[in-house]
């Protein structure tokens, strides 16, 4: 398997859960995120600052108290330790990148 490469292909999700898929780890780490409708994550913060870009779907992310939609083609920049949560209102898809 090549370490600098990846192909999503078809995204799959569990129905009340969220699928995540490791896609690189070292330096840049990045996975993809499937989240059945209706699931949630939860007010977290990272420490290490992040991108997300949303692949399909649609859903909410409250970042450091605003909301922001998420739908396909949507990139949102979370900063380091900036609380966040996100809920799916439809199947949703995207790829977080921590550096």
Request: charged residues 25%; glycine residues 10%; aromatic residues 8%.
């Amino acid at each position: 398997m090549n370490k600098n490469w990846y192909n999503v292909g078809r995204l799959k999700y569990a129905e009340g859960s969220i699928v995540c898929k490791e896609m690189f780890k070292g330096g840049i780490d990045a996975t993809l995120f499937c989240m059945a409708k209706g699931t949630e994550i939860s007010a977290q913060a990272f420490s290490k600052s992040g991108l997300i870009f949303v692949l399909e779907g649609s859903g909410i992310m409250e970042l450091d108290g605003e909301k922001l939609p998420m739908q396909p083609g949507v990139a949102i920049k979370i900063d380091r330790k900036a609380v966040h949560a996100i809920k799916a209102e439809d199947n949703l898809a995207f790829i977080l990148q921590l550096s």
